[in-house]
């Protein structure tokens, strides 16, 4: 049982270039999110789907996509990447009977 | 607009010392809160949850007390050991599924 799965573990990107980030859980929840931490700030909400089939926007969700694959999966896409998009993010997971969410172990992305 | 907030972004503790992390929240209407611990380089780790009928709840060398009448969370660990040095983070259910974090408390632990 790995929890949740986040890849790649860093990246370098230039700016307007895209990439997706890939998030995977192996615990059957129903709820998955997205979310940035910057320097002294805490964590910020970009999308989630609170069941398969279903996405919402966060706080933050301009220049990100997102897709709900599949009940285990969900993946965040930069289409054109801004240096103001260097952040660390992290996918998480929750039960739908819960409201404790599991993060993963996070995506380090530099844009230059 | 609403949010949750710590007191205090650093907290340096001696070893074998009790720490004490606040945390003071706006939404009057949030009826869940979590405390969570972020270690260098990894993903936010659950800690210890309280929901708003309760006062306090005890886990294993952690304490979270909730006061409704301030809107003030408090995470009191015990004993405090080096593998405590991190970031801790309150964070209250807002409207349904979503969280909002507090920017967090880093927490040193002295030899």
């Known amino acids: 049982n790995a929890g949740v799965t986040q890849t790649p573990k860093f990246q370098v990107l230039k700016t307007g270039q895209s990439m997706t980030l890939q998030c995977a859980q192996d615990?059957?929840?129903?709820?998955m999110y997205w979310y940035r931490q910057d320097p002294g700030m805490g964590l910020r909400l970009i999308y989630y789907?609170?069941?398969?089939?279903?996405?919402d926007k966060g706080e933050v969700p301009n220049g990100y996509n997102v897709s709900r694959l599949n009940k285990r999966e969900f993946s965040l896409r930069l289409e054109s990447a801004a240096p103001s998009q260097t952040s660390v993010y992290f996918c998480?997971?929750?039960?739908?009977?819960?409201?404790?969410?599991?993060f993963g172990p996070g995506t380090r992305l530099l844009v230059l | 607009g609403e949010s949750v907030g710590l007191h205090l972004p650093t907290l340096s503790v001696q070893e074998g010392d009790n720490s004490i992390i606040n945390c003071a929240y706006s939404?009057?209407?949030?009826?869940?809160f979590i405390w969570y611990k972020q270690e260098s380089g990894k993903g936010p780790q659950f800690i210890i949850d309280?929901?708003?009928?309760?006062d306090k709840r005890q886990g294993q060398r952690v304490t979270v007390l909730l006061n409704k009448t301030v809107k003030h969370l408090s995470l009191q660990i015990a004993a405090t050991q080096p593998g405590d040095s991190a970031v801790y983070f309150c964070a209250e259910n807002n409207n349904d599924y979503k969280l909002s974090f507090g920017a967090g408390t880093t927490v040193t632990v002295r030899a």
């Open positions: 789907s609170a069941s398969e089939g279903t996405t």
């Open positions: 615990m059957n929840h129903n709820s």
């Open positions: 998480a997971s929750r039960n739908r009977a819960q409201e404790t969410q599991y």
């Open positions: 939404n009057s209407a949030s009826d869940y």
């Open positions: 309280i929901r708003s009928n309760m």
